[in-house]
């Protein structure tokens, strides 16, 4: 469908999408969907294959300098996987985990009536998420065409002939530069035996194992029964989100991990106070933690019935399950590239950049997960917008090797810079603020306080989260910020950019604090700025 | 009781505290709660009279610079109104309001049952707030002590006799310095008649009418029936505030005001497209608002039968109610201090101060919701800062004119720097990054999305908020920032200190967003910070 002289609205957008995406579920080759300027040539500064957060932020930058840009995906929107299956559902799901606690533990009080655990369905709340969710991708469509003049393909495979040249629906476009932006998948351990349903099949059209999901699976095709109880495999970031979900939602959920929780690799500066919180508060909620285990095999032959494990203690266990959820970490698929271009790939199949985004091959940059951790939005949109950058001529680097960082339990849990142990060991002397302050339990005091925890501070003091800031106290500078609770997340991307800047303990007492703030840094940094020697608090 | 030697726990603090207030209640007279160092003598560096959020912060100041500091309260606490009837409450049944509207709208979708409005009690709910306010309490009480190490004088008047001495309980203090903080009380308009028990009881020890409130009486002695009706009279943040509480609590709310609803003086910087959303969605949750209407009468001799009103029209009209609340805002009760130290104050009888906290007697200073408005926290702390930063001898200036502010319907609503026809008044050439874009309604498009519209999003996108962030194109500096939505307060702190730096919207586009951040202003920066021209999006 040729849709540049066409200007849809978003209801047409959402419809057609909508089509589109139903045509391919039921085997139909379906038509792409195009906006190219043809009377242009098919000549192009930069191609993007791949239209999600880093491809579509990364054409918009290079439309925004005059570049010609083409952008091709696979799926009928632009986003790419993010609003689709991973991060968007993601969200939807922590929040509806929130809900569902806090209607649990205010049970029977006030206008909460008993909570009915028969009525809180996962199934159902992948029904709202996937009839919900073709308006953000019309959205991106709408946006990418009528507000950044985007070139783009969609519905469509774009194959990268050589550096300069990439074929679509047969048809050939050249290139100056090419940005490689298809993204990563979950990673399946080749050690842990049962995943798939037929051993052998390659990782490029897997089919998992009946009763075996990933975050993708999870939601295409869908899960297509209420599973009686949930086991899920690694310890990432998605295990502890998608984890706190389920066991919301009455499905009783234990979480298999090889190392402690949140002392991975791909989760750096997780302070120590933080974690116990966050991992107390999961199994105050009923969740199963297993730490140090290795898992062998996903048992059952028609469908996952159970896991087999090796525990810390080297006994063999079996945790029986209808419902095996792999969280376990993403991999990006290179192969085709290797293959294409002769690009340099790491262990994980990676491929390697330098900080201007560009690879091994000259003319060729890669972004987003495509290049590995972390694997995050604002790294994506950020490499897209750097590879940009170099291609219109202008020399950019991106560091991504400190930013802000996140993820839900039943809270939202953030920060950024150094942990109090870290600090410590860089600093050497550092004062904490923090709530509860230490020496104070987390159910002695309704503190912290604010949107999101005021009901459970007037009941259930335990329940209203945990905050830090530490201070290096010969600069007086702010060098890490740690957060449990509600709607401090937001702050976090300044507090980043702040900390980036050397923002001093007396900087932060002299702003003007909106009470309730949900962290407390501000004034908690005002009743300490007095202090000539700084101190904890 | 004598606290000096003693380290009382937080539930010993707790139950204390209780047992004074009950004792209050009853009419009792309480012993005063002192922790004095009565060995170093009864001169200070400084008293604070009031014990509020501006005397505590105040103290701690003054404490870490070396001074010695007395602070008085007449209650068994430090922290004043705001965790006791005020700001803290308002926290509380915000957070209730949007519970249960968010249950309201999703009922009998997912696990949401039919909402049971008999179930939902206004009386209920300042219930769980008193019951649990004594803990903050007791925590301001152990903190100012053992982490701030305080003096101070609790459940007592304070009478000041001159610039110099301060009587408490028949003991007479000396100071170098005084500094007034004894807040504000709502303002009863004497034009409306009928509003107290008795005609012509003063104003400080008021009576109101039965069935009259305003946000003190409400929780002290506290509403007593569930009221089948609410009208309000005023349009402050207290009406827009409790009035959305009332109506989510099913109990139909008519605001009766003279302005336009957010067009008042004390409000400044409200930006029409925001203020069009959030009037909007206060009618659509079946909130009656009334404007530019004069409030004659509130009638029943017994108890209130309802307000009589002069309509914009003309014409003269009766709202039957058995609840009355008072929304016309505050004012602070200063003729102690002009009585005692001859002090100056403004035709709305707050002290007049300069930037430096002083008043018209040297060596007295007044801070807090004692010298007007805003009567905000942010204001009241960094007040009490500068009081103390400048009687330890620094010279110290507070400029509260710009500031970041924000109100609750059951949304948070922030705003922070110029309002878009502010912003092209004063530059004239501008770009403005929103969502929905301009040009898109509202239930169009699911975006803004985050924390807290999540499900909003999937099924309901006229209600996931509203968003705009101003930049002024020549500069491309960022000039004001806009939000109704949830979870974006805490980074408008932030972004007010950002404004006042000169952020720009490159600066912006380069910073680490944290997906999805409830306000969308770095990832819509940098869709444009390519553009060498800036424009809106």
Redesign the interface.
Known sequence: MDLHEKHL???EWEALILALIHRAEVGEVAEPLENVHREKGSHYDVIFVGGGAGGR?GS??????GLRQLVVDKWPFLGGS?PHQA??PH??F???AR??D??RWNAE???F?K??DA???IV??IE??K???N??H??MNW?SKE??DMEYILNSWATVVDKNTVEVNGETFSCDNLVLATGAGTYLPPEIKGLLAEPGTPLGDRLLKRGVYDFSALIDPGLDYEPTSCVIIGGSKIAIEYGSFYQA?GCQTTILTRRQLMRTESLHHVDEDLRRYVVKNMKLRGMEIVEGCEILEVLGTERATGVRVLLADGTEDVFETDFVFIGTGERPPTKPYVDALGIEVDEKGSIKVNSRMQTSVPGVYAIGDLIGSPM????A??CG?TA?KNISGEFAEFD?SE????LHTTY?V?WVGLTEDEAREQYGDISVLQMP?KG?EDH????P????T??Y???R?ELTGFQKAIYDNRSRRLVGAHHVG?????????????IKKGITVD?M???????????HF??LS??????RDLTS?
Do not use: W
């Open positions: 609205t978003m209801a932020f918009a930058y290079s439309q925004a300098r993010c991060c968007v969200h939807l922590s929040e509806l809900e569902m806090y209607m009080t006030l206008f009536p909570f009915d009525k809180a369905s159902e709340a709202v998420f009839n919900g969710r308006n953000a019309a959205f946006q507000q950044l939602a995050e939005m604002f790294k949109r950020k917008m940009a991504f930013y802000p960082d996140f939202e953030t302050p104070i002695e005091v309704c503190l306080l604010s949107e999101g005021m009901l501070g007037h009941s003091p509600y709607g401090a997340k937001d702050a976090f991307q300044y507090l980043d950019h702040l900087e007492g002299e702003m003007n604090e909106l009470f309730l703030n949900p962290e501000i004034q005002r009743l300490r700025a007095g202090n608090l």
